[in-house]
Protein backbone atom coordinates (compact mmCIF):
# COMPACT_ATOMS: atom_id res chain seq x y z
CA UNK A 1 0.00 0.00 0.00
CA UNK A 2 1.11 3.11 -0.90
CA UNK A 3 2.06 6.15 1.62
CA UNK A 4 2.81 9.62 0.96
CA UNK A 5 4.54 11.99 3.75
CA UNK A 6 3.38 15.43 4.65
CA UNK A 7 5.70 18.03 5.54
CA UNK A 8 5.55 22.00 6.47
CA UNK A 9 7.64 24.12 4.19
CA UNK A 10 9.16 26.15 6.73
CA UNK A 11 10.17 29.68 5.79
CA UNK A 12 7.93 29.37 2.58
CA UNK A 13 5.42 32.14 1.93
CA UNK A 14 4.33 30.81 -1.41
CA UNK A 15 4.66 27.95 -3.89
CA UNK A 16 7.46 29.85 -5.79
CA UNK A 17 9.39 30.43 -2.61
CA UNK A 18 9.92 26.16 -2.52
CA UNK A 19 10.67 26.02 -6.48
CA UNK A 20 12.93 28.72 -5.73
CA UNK A 21 15.03 26.83 -3.50
CA UNK A 22 15.00 24.14 -5.04
CA UNK A 23 15.82 25.16 -8.25
CA UNK A 24 18.78 26.93 -6.57
CA UNK A 25 19.51 23.55 -4.92
CA UNK A 26 19.67 21.52 -8.31
CA UNK A 27 22.21 24.58 -9.46
CA UNK A 28 24.30 23.97 -6.31
CA UNK A 29 24.11 20.09 -7.13
CA UNK A 30 24.87 20.06 -10.22
CA UNK A 31 28.22 22.29 -9.79
CA UNK A 32 29.23 19.68 -7.43
CA UNK A 33 28.87 16.83 -9.94
CA UNK A 34 25.59 15.24 -8.29
CA UNK A 35 22.44 14.61 -9.79
CA UNK A 36 20.05 17.39 -9.92
CA UNK A 37 17.38 16.50 -7.41
CA UNK A 38 15.62 18.38 -5.18
CA UNK A 39 16.32 17.09 -1.77
CA UNK A 40 14.57 17.51 1.87
CA UNK A 41 16.78 16.79 4.69
CA UNK A 42 14.63 15.24 7.83
CA UNK A 43 15.99 14.03 11.15
CA UNK A 44 13.38 10.69 11.22
CA UNK A 45 13.74 7.82 8.70
CA UNK A 46 10.42 6.33 7.57
CA UNK A 47 9.88 2.63 9.16
CA UNK A 48 7.97 2.44 6.17
CA UNK A 49 9.84 3.58 3.53
CA UNK A 50 9.22 0.39 1.33
CA UNK A 51 5.19 1.59 1.46
CA UNK A 52 6.03 5.40 0.54
CA UNK A 53 8.78 4.37 -2.54
CA UNK A 54 5.46 2.77 -3.74
CA UNK A 55 4.43 6.05 -5.57
CA UNK A 56 4.45 8.39 -2.69
CA UNK A 57 4.76 11.92 -2.82
CA UNK A 58 5.67 14.75 -0.34
CA UNK A 59 2.78 16.56 0.06
CA UNK A 60 4.05 20.38 1.62
CA UNK A 61 2.43 22.17 3.76
CA UNK A 62 3.02 26.21 3.21
CA UNK A 63 1.53 28.90 5.15
CA UNK A 64 -1.56 26.53 7.16
CA UNK A 65 -2.27 24.64 3.59
CA UNK A 66 -1.47 21.71 1.33
CA UNK A 67 -0.41 23.21 -1.75
CA UNK A 68 1.38 21.67 -3.86
CA UNK A 69 3.30 18.09 -3.68
CA UNK A 70 6.47 16.29 -5.63
CA UNK A 71 6.62 12.45 -6.47
CA UNK A 72 9.32 10.71 -3.79
CA UNK A 73 12.05 9.24 -6.10
CA UNK A 74 14.51 7.64 -3.54
CA UNK A 75 15.41 7.70 0.44
CA UNK A 76 19.07 7.53 1.38
CA UNK A 77 21.57 9.56 3.68
CA UNK A 78 21.91 13.69 2.80
CA UNK A 79 24.30 15.50 4.22
CA UNK A 80 23.35 19.45 4.66
CA UNK A 81 24.26 22.34 6.58
CA UNK A 82 22.14 20.26 9.56
CA UNK A 83 24.52 17.06 9.14
CA UNK A 84 23.87 13.45 8.10
CA UNK A 85 20.31 12.96 7.99
CA UNK A 86 17.68 11.52 6.21
CA UNK A 87 17.01 12.77 2.44
CA UNK A 88 13.98 12.31 0.71
CA UNK A 89 14.57 12.80 -2.94
CA UNK A 90 12.17 14.25 -5.02
CA UNK A 91 11.03 14.55 -8.75
CA UNK A 92 11.97 18.08 -9.40
CA UNK A 93 7.90 18.66 -11.12
CA UNK A 94 6.08 21.01 -8.50
CA UNK A 95 2.06 19.18 -8.86
CA UNK A 96 -0.42 22.04 -7.03
CA UNK A 97 -3.30 20.64 -5.08
CA UNK A 98 -6.36 21.22 -4.28
CA UNK A 99 -5.99 23.70 -0.89
CA UNK A 100 -6.42 21.53 1.98
CA UNK A 101 -5.76 23.64 5.43
CA UNK A 102 -3.46 21.75 7.65
CA UNK A 103 -2.21 22.51 11.84
CA UNK A 104 1.25 22.91 12.51
CA UNK A 105 3.33 20.23 13.56
CA UNK A 106 6.94 19.64 14.38
CA UNK A 107 8.55 16.80 11.61
CA UNK A 108 6.70 15.04 9.29
CA UNK A 109 3.40 12.53 9.21
CA UNK A 110 2.76 9.93 6.66
CA UNK A 111 -0.75 10.54 4.78
CA UNK A 112 -2.64 7.88 3.48
CA UNK A 113 -3.69 8.13 0.28
CA UNK A 114 -7.87 8.32 0.72
CA UNK A 115 -6.66 10.98 2.75
CA UNK A 116 -4.20 13.30 0.53
CA UNK A 117 -5.35 16.11 -1.15
CA UNK A 118 -6.65 15.67 -4.92
CA UNK A 119 -4.01 17.61 -8.04
CA UNK A 120 -5.78 20.39 -9.09
CA UNK A 121 -7.30 20.16 -12.67
CA UNK A 122 -6.79 23.20 -15.11
CA UNK A 123 -10.38 22.15 -15.94
CA UNK A 124 -11.68 22.07 -12.31
CA UNK A 125 -10.48 26.36 -12.41
CA UNK A 126 -8.33 27.59 -9.11
CA UNK A 127 -4.73 26.64 -11.06
CA UNK A 128 -4.64 29.89 -12.98
CA UNK A 129 -5.53 32.01 -9.94
CA UNK A 130 -2.93 33.97 -8.00
CA UNK A 131 -1.62 31.90 -5.08
CA UNK A 132 -2.51 34.96 -3.05
CA UNK A 133 -5.93 34.65 -4.21
CA UNK A 134 -6.11 31.23 -3.27
CA UNK A 135 -5.21 31.61 0.77
CA UNK A 136 -7.76 34.29 0.84
CA UNK A 137 -10.55 32.29 -0.48
CA UNK A 138 -9.48 29.65 1.66
CA UNK A 139 -9.24 32.00 4.97
CA UNK A 140 -12.96 32.85 4.06
CA UNK A 141 -13.99 29.99 3.39
CA UNK A 142 -15.18 30.20 0.29
CA UNK A 143 -12.84 27.21 -1.21
Known amino acids: MTL???????GAQRVE?????QQQQMRQARRLGLPPRPVCGTRAWPKQA?????????????????????????????TDEHGSRCGLYLDPELVLTDPAPKRAFQGWRYL????????MKEADGGSDLPEDLRRALIALGAW
Open 112 to 119: KPEDAPKD
Open 4 to 10: HIVKLCV
Open 50 to 78: RAVLDGGSLYWVIKGVVAVRQLILDISPV
Open 17 to 21: DLASW
